[in-house]
């Protein structure tokens, strides 16, 4: 059969700061008028006609085994729908330069992976099609199959520009331990729940290993002011509001004086050498960790952070409470490029790695009889070898069950989603449009500061009065007043 790459046109000034603050006369998205011309020139494809979808998402970098995998997935996919995938898979030290690659050039994909700092600027600059018509008409199952509350999640301006990894969409941090090293010191794990009682516990592991028992990359606990501060749709880190301040008051999460607690302990914490002191410029490669934090769920200790981490008993412990906003969910998001010549095929592909339990056993677990066996209707993982990260791509909900596990921990993930406490500002998106040349200076503040910042590398306190001086020179009380209103307007 013929095949025919698709094309996509990616424009939008991403991580290139500069260049963001001077696109505003850019196009806006996609309207549905032309998403339909679009999906008219999709039907008037000719029959039996195979067309290539590009993929560019972040991960451990391309699989070793990628031709084999190919072999395998793209005749079950082009059997059902004629299309064929090509992955990039973007090492998470290589992404952020990577994505500036993919701007400057003008490189075409057909589908890329974007996220919460990323995924409201690029629709204000129309980076991606509006998909608002399409998912109903030609994907319903997709489109019944995610909540409604994340769709809403999703929307911006109420047109919807990218599909959610129905996953773990509402947000839990974790903190993540070598059993054994526990143990071995006697660290009451379970009651390990905040910065102060970790710093003890860590402070022993130090002193008795010797090295550096946290590991941090260069993002650091920028969590702290991501995961507990609803971003509104702004893209800038120094700013949002707390997800349960009813009276909505927009803030920088830097000045937080819990947050600065928090930071005060992790940077006595860099100075003892408890975290590791390449952590400004470490990325997250996986390697062997006695102890790190990240988003997720309980279950996820056995099944990815221990093997992914080099840890054979690992046990995660739940900090903070689970809440869900328009930054949980975007977390991970898939947008189709608005220059994609077949984005009815496109959406059809992401359909099927979403609502087809072999696709999406595939994606996530890699090429069978190589990285896993199928034992029944449950899945015994061979290796911990599959380079392709797993929130990048689709729901967790249809994933096959392992071998041994005595229970299913995606039931655990919906009970966490169904528990999640709501932002008060659920699907609340700050029209940016009057301070983009602000947001852009104020970002390339923030971007230099952050790694010292959330390592631990610098006294914080300081280092946050040094970074509002420079965001007031860029323009942040403007950017902040704007904010406000616009959030008093929709009260």
Known sequence: MKKKKILGLFTVAVLGISMLAGCGGNKGAMSNKETKEAGTKEETAADGEVVTVKWIQVGNGMPENYDAWLRQVNPYLEEKIGVNVEMEIVPWGDWDNRRSVIV?????????????KRYNSEVNTGAFLDITDLLKEKTPELYQMVPEDYWKATSIGGKVYAVPTYKDSSSSQYFIWDKAIADKYKIDFEHVTDYEKLYEALKEVKTGEGSAPYYMSKN??????????????????????????????????????????????????????????????????????????AQGWSGAAKNIWGPQNGIDDCVAVKFGETVVSNTTVRGSLNGISAGCEHPEK?????????????????????????????????????????????????????????VGDEFNQWDEVKELNANAAPSVMLGFDMDTSEVKTEIANCTAVYEKYKAELWTGAREPRELVKTMREELNKAGYDKILAAAQAQVNAAK
Request: net charge negative; glycine share 10%; no cysteine.
């Open 220 to 293: 650091g606990a920028e969590f702290l002011a991501t995961n507990f501060f609803d971003q509104i749709g702004a893209g800038l880190v120094p700013l949002g509001i707390k997800y349960n301040d009813e009276t909505r008051t927009v803030v920088n999460p830097l000045e937080d004086e819990e947050v600065l607690k928090d930071l005060d302990i992790i940077h006595k914490m860099y100075i003892e050498g408890i975290i590791n002191g390449d952590a400004p410029n470490a990325d997250d490669a996986n390697k062997y960790r006695t102890f790190f934090t």
């Open 346 to 402: 496109a959406l059809k592909f992401l359909n099927l790695v979403n609502t087809d339990p072999k696709v999406r056993n595939w994606f996530f677990y890699g090429v069978e009889d190589e990285n896993f066996v199928y034992e029944g209707e449950k899945i015994n993982k061979l290796n911990s070898n599959w380079g392709m990260a797993g929130y990048t791509q689709g729901t967790f909900f249809n994933l096959g069950q392992l």
């Open 104 to 116: 400057n050039s003008g490189e075409k994909f057909d589908i890329l992976f974007t996220d919460m």
